[in-house]
């Protein structure tokens, strides 16, 4: 099992970046994933999640309304769109796939983790 993330880079705060998290060696549209984050100094803190068909979406307080994740199970590829970045958005994201149709805000609710991408952004 493997995840891939990519998309991260430097951005200046107010653009826009588009991670993807391309999934191998399981099938993933019968699970829920998330992505996380982790700052320098800070522990690892719930982003968003998605359940097994896309349907159903969790957002934390932090990024609602401006991060959007979607997946695409044909590709067995999940993706979050960051709009209004800001400085406190940078960290490295990781994304994660849970073992079960639904997930959460929890680390402990999944199984497989990606190697993360780093977003800076700047003002």
């Known amino acids: 099992v493997q995840l891939q993330a990519f998309g991260g880079g430097l951005v200046q705060a107010g653009g826009s970046l588009r991670l993807s998290c391309a999934a191998s060696g399981r099938t993933f549209s019968r699970y829920g994933m998330g992505w996380f984050r982790q700052a320098p100094g800070k522990e690892r803190e719930f982003v968003a999640a998605i359940s097994w068909s896309g349907s159903n979406t969790y957002y934390a307080d932090s990024v609602k309304g401006r991060f959007t994740i979607s997946r695409d199970n044909a590709k067995n590829t999940m993706y979050v769109q960051m709009n209004s970045l800001k400085p406190e958005d940078t960290a490295v994201y990781y994304c994660?796939?849970?073992?079960?149709?639904?997930?959460?805000?929890?680390?402990?609710?999944?199984?497989?983790w990606g190697q993360g991408t780093l977003v800076t952004v700047f003002q």
């Open positions: 994660a796939v849970a073992s079960t149709y639904y997930s959460g805000n929890g680390v402990d609710e999944y199984d497989y």
